[in-house]
């Protein structure tokens, strides 16, 4: 199952809410989790089971979705946000993401 | 707390052989889960490569089945990667983590240049 993020680059202010994008090329069947990666650090989890939040991720995170479609939602963007974020699916294969960089205005 | 540490060699020749380490502290690895390998590659994209079970079972990324290893020293608590005949196109970082379906612990991960 191959995945599409969408936008691959994302300029927000602190305070904005956030809505990253995944898109299969098949049915996930909600196996998708996602990770965000600092600048010189290892991806750490945020969400598995499309919207189960990782034991302490705040919650400002959340995940949603169903199929093909999932998304990952900041409600109040954070300074600390500043990352890459990916996708990633564990329905058929293992397979991540291309990205979304996610930018502080 | 469990963590891990990846260690090997930062530059290796075509057509040689890649040779990774995974210390893992904190938890047995064969006392359950996975033990994986992924790779961030220059411009972001990431692949999972292959992992080996806490029973010593292994299973590969189908498109590196043919180049790729992963052993185990249980008495040092450690994992291990192989990649043979590596290109330049295998220079990327590279992570072990905790698999559970989902890859909840990593390593900081391993700069792995392949040039002449």
């Known amino acids: 199952i191959q995945l599409t993020q969408s936008p691959s680059l994302l300029s927000a202010s602190v305070g904005d809410r956030v809505t990253l994008s995944c898109k299969g090329s098949q049915n996930i069947n909600n196996y998708l989790a996602w990770y965000q990666q600092k600048l010189g650090e290892a991806p750490k989890l945020l969400i598995y089971k499309t919207n189960s939040l990782q034991t302490g991720i705040p919650s400002r995170f959340s995940g949603s979705g169903s199929g093909t479609d999932y998304t990952l939602t900041i409600s109040s963007l954070h300074s600390e946000d500043l990352a890459t974020y990916y996708c990633?699916?564990?329905?058929?294969?293992?397979?991540f993401g291309s990205g979304t960089k996610l930018e502080i205005k | 707390e469990i963590q891990l540490q990846e260690s090997g060699p930062g530059l290796v020749k075509p057509s040689q052989s890649l040779s990774l380490t995974c210390s893992v502290t904190?938890?047995?690895?064969?006392?359950?889960?996975?033990w994986s390998w992924i790779r961030k590659f220059p411009g972001n994209k990431m692949e999972w490569m292959g992992y080996i079970s806490y029973s010593g079972s292994t299973n590969y990324n189908p498109s590196l089945k043919s180049r790729i290893s992963i052993t185990r020293d249980t008495s040092k608590n450690q994992f291990f990667l192989q990649l043979n005949s590596v290109t330049t196109e295998d220079t990327a970082t590279y992570y072990c983590a905790r698999y559970n379906n989902v890859f909840d612990y990593w390593g900081q991960g391993v700069m792995v240049t392949v040039s002449s």
């Open positions: 990633y699916q564990y329905n058929n294969g293992l397979t």
């Open positions: 904190g938890y047995t690895i064969t006392s359950g889960y996975d």
